[in-house]
């Protein structure tokens, strides 16, 4: 177990550096003029603009800034951004940042487990029946309109009919929260109910189930001793990671109820050519993915026991 | 698995779940300073709150879209208006404008200069204190605090090249300060204190109250570059306290403030509030308690917190005007208010050395075609820009029609003639409102024959193809440049000349420009200081400091013998208005001579002005207003109301305003 | 949450090989008890005759196929949308190549002149929703197929040969870890928005999915005997790839590939929405919508045409998807 543990560490560390170094490279690539704003692009000429870019150290090779970023990472300076906040450090635009992403993604996320799971389980048992249709309905939906337009159409319920805030605001961070939590939300419970539906009609019709009504358990014991135990080993893989991840935040949802959060970072600092920003956030990304695949198997193993984590192949599955 | 390796890898998950969720800091409350003292503007809901008692809010809300959000607090590292229009309210310049676009005192008292605009004298107003951004007095603002200030700018290595071109143009030994801390090491160059500085530059503080200036040559509008952010002061002590990097990469709640608001809540793309200053020096000036910036996703959404109360001012967009303005029983049909001009001149720039799309061969059919006077004249007389103003002006799109290459009201002669009505004067241009004035359907024509009879002996090839480039990822530049086309079309006639719209990806200078793709540009240029100089400078041939001459028309890489005397006779008058430095009139003058000379000969088209319609809470007409600088968004003396202001109240203001102008 | 990185069905875990085969089951279950035991008569002739059936896979998956109705109904109505494209643009007053702005026309609803009304600019919708569906739905199968054949060829590589299990789990490490979205701006910023760069890193980035489903079937059916006996009598590896495993596979792949189309549309609609979808140029689905979000409150004809055709497609692949997917798995045809 404690082998196995070290050495999937160590792969993961390996792949995080693999992706950092790639995004890093191909950061490069992009034309410098990114660094610059409209206004200044209007009035900048060609000279100017290479020395902002000089004393901003962005002219050296790149093989040089990435020896320099790996040397100062080593040593615990994850570096300042520049066109975020020109100057603050890296860890503090991320960390004034990922709380609220983080809130507002935990949140969602009980809210689909809470709502979603029971729904899923109320559709397999009263199969084909009229909830079961309407929540099949929604799931339709919900998969078939495009996020762009639901959103924008829970905008404006919210807004013009329920007048709840049109923005995140810190002062008044519940009511505030309300419309891109049921954004988030949205799609994912339609997501579980669907998962666990087609899970527990699948599941219902198995030897074991069969042979346990026989033993004479009820519906209620089959349901808890069984087919939700099942159920979760799959989801329990899958549930770190989505943990995770609303550290990420949402790139739509944050950018349209404008949510001081991670997920318009990204892009923003790609955008801006503010390199350090989006190599740090790439590095992050890339050890909760990693982290996340790995809590996965653990806790999956946990659930099942046919499960065995060994140190033989890369894949637990 | 035995149960106690499977409860070792619960725990272990628990463990680090547990550890990133503590790494999680829940963000602090946004900081309003100690005591509270500083209202809340949304305490009391989504409604701006309003004093029953006064008509005039309090409390000002407004708006701006998230791509828009502050880069930098440091008013001297900053070169964008996003920034600006914010800190230019947090500390104070040395001269500032009036509703007008009057020079008026701020932090100098008063300036002056004894040898025909060479060297500048500011008298610094005494008792003026640089706080922190509760409001709490830190110290005196000193005549010395601007050689601080000049010195950080012209150093390389502390504001890394930015806002350094005014400076090195106009002071005595700027520019070659700044060589010189590029040449240094970087610890060195972030070592240097005022000594080598004020051995080199012009700049001197003779006692704590007054400030000089040494100009390269005398330049009689430097007073209006005392109003940019290149020549704001900066605290020594500040500096000191939080060193280079960190005076460089200071925050709203270490940074010092001068000016009429301290900024004192800043959550990013979220939302600023600025309080007012309770140690301000104009005490008689009328501030707002506080102004909020709500940082919203786009216009779209900014107008849907309007119409639930929770702006006081929204832009509106191309389809919020039609809309509001076909539909009478429209709520806010009758609040539909005009704003007035921004800064920007907005001309036809078309290039002069143009390569086909390989970026490499001269397009010899588009060189040849745009060096014949007549073809450009065609152009000038011919295309009827109407439809193209009316995409930002649905209402009235004759205001933003634009026949001058300087903007107006940058500057006006001694008996108030503006200056670009002289132009205009002299132009023969009399624009009605109704009509693109400046449109001769018959000359237009006797000049596309003229040009096609020239052009087709020189073996030019019609039409002639007209390539125009826009932004891969933006509709609006789509939809305006298939406006533009259509134009083309129906005035010129296809078999004159054909616009292709073609896209860039991510940088129109090198993949545009620098290649020399594009036939021309609509571009846009705002003056930084008050004098023509600043605009017609911009087309001269065979200077350095032409800008537009050197990035877009290429003017000296052409051949035409003919043109390149056309544009030498241009740069000439330029030369001799901008050598006149002891009589305003003449020098105005002069370069009316010239802009006239340029506009005749078609070398640039005028085209646009921005003029746009809003619904707001707030007299514009009220507010600063100057034609160059950064000065515009500041929050004093602004007139505002209750209600929305309606467009028959709108329209009283802009009648007074022009009372007043005449006075 | 991962709305935007992730394509809206990947949000489902993956359920591996297993949930296909619900309606077979359901039906032995739904009878009841008594009717599952009857006694059978004696017959000696019948006894003597050998067994014999007509199956056939294809016929099976057909039959199967034609029986779920509502399925059958959403292809035929997404076949028509498409075909439709063509018609509308063939039968429209107005030609997409010929479209000319024009201000006193601009935002009029749908009439007899302008069947879909007019756009910001008084260009005629009609011609640009048809236009713009074309090029979606172009893009949609483009990717799908890529997708597919990438996906497959690779997926069964990776489950087959070992040593090539590292690799390519490393790669699934790279893509899966990091939100897709760096790097698609990053293309999108470097390389520039066309249809082909678009299909290409679409492509790029959604191919693994596919090969991890093929992967982890081929894993399990790699080692069962019959392919075990058929390696030892020397089948070449690229045979028995076709032949003893890729049927087995069948059912997932058309999944994958149905499900495929509505996300790539549903994925287009978001980054257009970022501003890194299509060049202005070629208007899609996603475009238009992103596009009438500025407007939809006044005019919601602008929204409402591109995205009913949206969701028709989407709804369509989706249901027809799951459909044939079932009847596609054999253990389904008894």
Excluded at chain 2, 8 to 22: C, E, G, K, Q
Aim: glycine share 6%.
């Amino acid at each position: 177990m404690l082998k196995y543990t070290i050495k999937r560490l160590l792969q993961s560390l390996l792949t995080v550096f693999v992706v950092v170094t790639i995004v890093f490279l191909l950061l490069r690539l992009m034309p410098t003029d990114y660094y610059f704003t409209e206004d200044e692009l209007i009035k900048l000429t060609d000279e100017q603009k290479d020395d902002i870019l000089q004393a901003a150290g962005l002219k050296d090779s790149a093989f040089v800034q990435l020896g320099r970023f790996y040397a100062a990472v080593f040593r615990g300076d994850l570096g300042t951004s520049r066109r975020i906040m020109n100057g603050k450090p890296v860890t503090e635009v991320i960390g004034d940042r990922f709380g609220i992403s983080m809130r507002m993604g935990c949140m969602a996320l009980i809210i689909s487990l809470l709502v979603g799971i029971p729904m899923g389980i109320l559709q397999a048992r009263h199969k084909d029946g009229v909830f079961d249709h309407l929540g099949t309905a929604y799931t339709i939906f919900i998969n078939a309109v495009p996020r762009l337009v639901s959103y924008s159409l829970i905008y404006i319920l919210g807004v013009r009919l329920l007048g709840l805030p049109a923005m995140y605001s810190t002062r008044q961070t519940t009511t505030s929260s309300i419309l891109p939590v049921v954004c988030l939300a949205m799609g994912s419970i339609a997501g579980y109910a669907l998962w666990m539906r087609r899970y527990m009609v699948d599941e219902m019709t198995k030897d074991y189930i069969k042979l346990a009504r026989i033993k004479g358990l009820t519906p209620r014991g089959i349901m808890f001793r069984h087919v939700l135990r099942n159920a979760f080993v799959p989801m329990a893989q899958n549930l770190p990671t989505t943990f995770l991840l609303t550290i990420g935040g949402s790139l739509l949802v944050e950018r349209f109820f404008s949510v001081p959060g991670m997920g318009p970072l990204l892009t923003n600092s790609i955008n801006r050519y503010d390199t350090n920003v989006v190599q740090i956030l790439v590095m992050l990304y890339a050890s909760m993915g990693v982290m996340g695949m790995f809590l996965g198997d653990l806790l999956m193993s946990a659930f099942d026991p046919r499960i065995r984590l060994t140190g033989k192949g890369g894949e637990s599955r | 698995m035995t149960t106690q390796k499977r409860l070792a890898a619960l725990l272990l998950i628990a463990a680090l779940l547990v550890s990133v969720a503590a790494c999680t800091k829940t963000p602090a409350p946004p900081n309003t300073g100690p005591g509270e003292e500083v209202s809340d503007p949304n305490a009391g809901g989504p409604q701006p709150p309003v004093t029953q008692t006064a008509k005039e809010l309090k409390n000002w809300v407004t708006y701006l879209t998230t791509v828009n959000e502050m880069e930098t607090f440091n008013i001297l590292y900053s070169q964008n208006n996003k920034e600006l229009q914010v800190l230019t309210n947090c500390i104070d310049p040395l001269i500032t404008h009036d509703s007008y676009g009057n020079m008026i005192p701020a932090a100098a008292e008063s300036w002056s200069t004894e040898d025909n605009g060479k060297t500048w004298t500011f008298q610094i107003r005494p008792g003026i204190k640089w706080v922190d951004y509760q409001g709490n007095p830190m110290a005196d603002l000193v005549a010395s605090d601007w050689l601080y200030g000049l010195e950080w700018v012209l150093n390389f290595h502390k504001n890394e090249a930015k806002n350094t071109s005014m400076p090195t143009e106009m002071i005595q030994g700027a520019a070659e300060y700044y060589n010189y801390t590029k040449e240094l090491p970087e610890d060195e160059g972030k070592a240097l204190g005022l000594d080598t500085f004020l051995t080199m530059v012009g700049i001197e503080a003779r006692d704590e109250h007054t400030l000089v200036y040494t100009c390269l040559a005398p330049m009689p509008y430097f007073p209006t570059l005392a109003t940019y952010n290149c020549l704001y002061p900066a605290a020594p002590a500040l500096i000191e306290e939080l060193g280079v990097d960190g005076f460089r990469a200071c925050t709203y709640d270490n940074m010092w403030y001068t000016g009429p608001y301290t900024i004192t809540t800043f959550v990013a793309e979220n939302e600023k509030v600025l309080t007012k200053n309770p140690n301000y020096w104009d005490e008689s000036c009328k501030r707002f308690d506080t102004v909020t910036y709500k940082m919203v996703e786009s216009a779209d959404v900014a107008f849907q917190m309007y119409q639930a109360g929770q702006l006081d001012h929204v832009d509106l967009t191309e389809s919020n005007l039609t809309t509001i303005y076909n539909n009478e029983r429209h709520e806010l049909h009758n609040n539909l208010a005009e704003a007035r001009p921004t800064k920007y001149s907005y001309q036809i720039h078309l290039c002069y050395d143009k390569n086909l799309e390989d970026g490499v061969t001269p397009d010899d059919n588009w060189n040849k075609a745009v060096a014949n006077e007549a073809f450009r004249l065609a152009w000038y007389y011919g295309l009827d820009a109407t439809n193209y103003l009316s995409r930002t002006n649905f209402i009235n799109p004759q205001k933003c029609a634009n026949y001058t290459y300087t903007m107006n009201n940058l500057v006006s002669f001694s008996d108030g003639t503006e200056y670009t009505a002289r132009v205009r004067e002299l132009l023969g241009i009399n624009p009605d409102g109704q009509s693109f004035a400046r449109l001769d359907a018959e000359k237009a024509q006797a000049y596309k024959a003229q040009a096609m009879e020239e052009l087709a002996a020189q073996g030019v090839t019609f039409p002639v193809q007209a390539d125009y480039y826009i932004s891969g990822s933006s509709q609006t530049a789509l939809d305006t440049a298939n406006v533009l086309k259509q134009i083309f079309t129906d005035c010129l006639g296809d078999d004159f000349c054909v616009l292709n719209i073609c896209t860039y990806i991510s940088s129109i200078a090198n993949e545009v420009r620098n290649p020399k793709k594009a036939s021309f540009y609509i571009n846009g240029w705002g003056a930084d200081y008050g004098d023509p100089q600043n605009y017609l400078g911009q087309e001269t041939y065979g200077e350095d400091n032409a800008y537009y001459s050197d990035a877009y028309s290429k003017i000296n890489d052409a051949t035409d013998p003919q043109l390149i005397d056309t544009y030498r006779q241009y740069t000439q008058m330029v030369n001799e208005a901008a050598a006149i430095v002891d009589d305003m009139d003449a020098r105005y003058e002069a370069y009316a001579q010239a802009e006239v000379y340029m506009i005749e000969h078609a070398l640039v088209i005028p085209w646009y002005k921005n003029v746009a319609w809003q619904v707001t809470h707030a007299n514009d007409y009220s507010k600063i207003y100057a034609l160059y600088g950064c000065q515009t968004n500041r929050f004093v003396n602004w007139e505002t109301s209750e209600d929305a202001y309606t467009t028959a109240e709108y329209d009283a203001f802009a009648a007074a305003y022009e009372t007043g102008a005449k006075q | 949450m991962t709305d935007s990185i992730q394509t809206m069905f990947d949000e489902m875990p993956d359920q591996g090989g297993r949930i296909y085969s619900t309606d077979a089951l359901e039906q032995m279950t739904g009878d009841s008890e008594e009717n599952l035991f009857s006694f059978a008569e004696y017959h000696p002739e019948e006894a003597e005759r050998t067994g014999y059936s007509d199956y056939s896979y294809w016929k099976s998956v057909w039959r199967i196929f034609l029986k779920k109705k509502f399925a059958v109904a959403m292809v035929i109505l997404f076949l028509a949308v498409f075909i439709f494209s063509f018609v509308a643009l063939a039968i429209g007053k107005y030609q997409y190549d010929n479209l000319v702005p024009d201000n006193r026309q601009m935002f009029i609803s749908p009439n007899r002149e302008y069947w879909f009304g007019t756009d910001n600019i008084g260009r005629d919708y009609w011609c640009q929703v048809w236009y713009a569906t074309q090029t979606s739905i172009k893009l949609a199968a483009i990717v799908a197929l890529g997708e597919c054949v990438v996906g497959v060829v690779l997926g069964c590589l990776w489950g087959y040969v070992r040593k090539l299990d590292r690799f390519f789990t490393e790669i699934y490490n790279i893509l899966y870890s990091v939100p897709t979205i760096i790097y698609m701006t990053l293309i999108a910023l470097m390389i520039g928005r066309s249809f082909w760069i678009m299909c290409i890193t679409l492509i790029l980035f959604h191919w693994i999915y596919m090969a991890k489903n093929v992967r982890n079937l081929v894993f399990m059916y790699r080692d069962r005997e019959y392919n075990l006996a058929s390696r030892c009598l020397g089948t070449r590896l690229g045979t028995i790839l076709s032949r003893n495993i890729l049927p087995y596979l069948i059912s997932v792949i058309i999944l994958r590939l149905a499900l495929s189309i509505p996300s790539t549309i549903g994925y287009e609609t978001t980054l257009s929405y970022l501003g890194l979808g299509l060049d202005v140029n070629t208007p899609s689905l996603g475009i238009l919508l992103r596009n009438s979000r500025a407007y939809f409150l006044d005019y919601p004809y602008l929204l409402i045409f591109p995205a009913a055709i949206v969701s028709i497609v989407t709804v369509a692949f989706y249901l027809a998807g799951n459909a044939f997917s079932d009847a596609a798995d054999p253990r389904n045809h008894v």
